[in-house]
Nanobody, 114 residues
Framework: QVQLVESGGGLVQPGGSLRLSCKAA????????MGWYRQAPGKERELVAA???????NYADSVKGRFTISRFNAMNTVVLQMNSLKPEDTAVYYC????????WGEGTLVTVSS
């Protein structure tokens, strides 16, 4: 069983930055692939970024060069640094842990608006 708690969402102006954190409670964090997904109103949930237990990363084309995912195994934490935010980045962002099955956090709202 893995419990995920996200933090760091909020309102930011276009061009601004936000840092999302996800802390995991559970013993499988260090051997799991961690990711961030997002779901905008009226749209399906989509992968934003993922990082394997070995540190390999994968990003959606729409966020490449703007977002960075990092993991800190000693703290069971994965971080998504989001720069140059755009209105189309507005969504609920969900932390995901995958190890044989998906575990999800409750989500944190990111709103990019002037």
């Amino acid at each position: 069983q893995v419990q995920l708690v996200e933090s760091g969402g909020g309102l930011v102006q276009p061009g601004g930055s936000l840092r999302l954190s996800c802390k995991a409670a559970g013993s499988i964090f260090r051997i799991s692939t961690m990711g961030w997904y997002r779901q905008a109103p009226g749209k399906e949930r989509e992968l934003v970024a993922a990082i394997t237990s070995g540190g390999s990363t994968n990003y959606a084309d729409s966020v490449k060069g703007r977002f960075t995912i990092s993991r800190f195994n000693a703290m069971n934490t994965v971080v998504l640094q989001m720069n140059s935010l755009k209105p189309e980045d507005t969504a609920v962002y969900y932390c995901n842990c995958y190890y044989g099955m998906d575990y999800w956090g409750e989500g944190t709202l990111v709103t990019v608006s002037s």
